[in-house]
């Protein structure tokens, strides 16, 4: 359930980021949520900086292959979309897996499994990373 102070949609800017992340653009991406983020009083907040930290992670690793920064900014954001509320519960069940038209759990999952992946090849290993597992994030901007 969205809390109460969340909009019935977000911005076309989001879905914006959303495209920039998908296409590897995470400093874009960054840019375009930290626009929305930094104005932003109501607790949707969470969701951009959520993102925007995944994003960050990813950026680390692919542009500076910083492994400290993307271990750390990858679990931050993953760990912010789940305080706000953005896993599908048994009795939530499509509706948290769609809300604002994201697949949360996936990206949740995916930035956890990145973040997996990094700590066992370990800090030392860090340009030997499976791009394949850089996240994507399922969305439809039509909600």
């Known amino acids: 359930m969205r809390p109460a102070d969340w909009p019935r949609r977000l911005p076309a800017a989001f879905y914006t980021a959303l495209e920039q ?4 653009e995470y400093f874009a991406c960054h840019e ?15 969701i951009y900086q959520g993102v925007l930290q ?15 920064g993307a ?6 954001g993953a760990r912010r979309l789940e305080r706000a509320g953005l896993v599908a519960s048994p009795e939530e069940g499509a509706e948290a897996y769609g809300l604002y038209g994201v697949a949360w759990p996936q990206l949740i999952a995916s930035a956890d499994r990145l973040q997996r992946h990094l700590r066992e090849l370990g800090r030392e290993n860090v340009s030997a990373f ?7 994030v399922e969305y439809c901007s039509a909600v």
Request: hydrophobic share 45%.
């Open 21 to 24: 992340f998908n296409q590897g």
């Open 32 to 46: 375009t949520l930290e626009a929305l983020w930094i104005p932003e009083m109501r607790s949707v907040r969470e």
């Open 71 to 76: 271990v750390n900014k990858l679990e931050a």
């Open 130 to 136: 499976d791009p394949s597992l850089l996240p994507l």
């Open 54 to 68: 995944i994003a960050v992670g990813c950026y680390h690793l692919t542009a500076r292959g910083n492994w400290v």
